[in-house]
């Protein structure tokens, strides 16, 4: 049997409260947080990437491209 198997077979056992108790013990062995909805998500390095702070792009726009793409 593998670690992954054992470990299933005792976790599927816990009750609520040895489940509260084993994320506080092993989430700082992972480096993860044990309330999921206190997680922080990351979103990709794209989004917010065209957020200028400008509100005429788009009555600009041959011009902004001819300048080149942040160049």
């Known amino acids: ?8 077979l005792l976790v599927g056992g816990f009750g609520e409260e040895q489940a509260e ?3 506080e013990l092993l989430s700082p062995l992972i480096g993860a ?4 909805s206190q ?3 990351q979103l990709p390095a794209f989004v917010g990437i065209g957020d200028s702070g400008r ?3 788009s009555e600009h726009v041959d011009d902004l491209l ?3 793409f942040g160049e």
Do not use: H, K, N, Y
């Open 1 to 8: 049997m593998t670690a992954w198997e054992r470990l299933q």
């Open 55 to 57: 509100s005429d792009i």
């Open 21 to 23: 108790r084993a994320l």
């Open 66 to 68: 001819a300048g080149g």
């Open 33 to 36: 947080d044990a309330q999921p």
């Open 39 to 41: 997680q922080v998500r």
